[in-house]
């Protein structure tokens, strides 16, 4: 599992200990440069690795950013998702925004409000590959959740991604998946 952050949450300290904020277009600036620099490791990682990796979050994120802060997409990061390797499946996890509200209290890291959430949200729709996303229903139990995305990744469910082929030991097959 590879992250691709944007630092928007450590910026978003630092710019409440600050008690100030740069407008949305340095915000975003500063956010991109981390996203892509990130997105670029990743790709370094990614030569080096076999088998399924998932990659939490990636340019999409920072053009559905954009959208929502009503900033153009700009080039660099269209230009990067033709130029990079596409990914497999992007599963795409819909909330209603009422209960992310309620998980982002809950976790207590950060801040988030109605409107960014619906607007972030909108953001993701206006994308035009998201037709290609696979929606994956987020208000559900995680075990249920797995399920899906094992499906997304193994063709089936947890069982089939679990066994064994012939001829693989349990130390192999543990380090295989």
Known sequence: MLKTPAGRRTMAGWWAALGWAPGPRLQDALE???RVFNALLNEVRLRRLDGVVVLDR???CQLALREARGLPRGILLPWLQRALPAPDVVAHFELPVEVALRRVAARGTDVETRSGLAALESGYRKLPDYA???PIDADRPADAIVEDLLALTCGE????CTRRPPGRTEETADRAF
């Open 58 to 60: 990636g340019l999409a």
């Open 132 to 134: 290609s996303f696979t």
């Open 32 to 34: 991109t440069g981390t």
């Open 157 to 160: 469910t947890l069982a089939s």
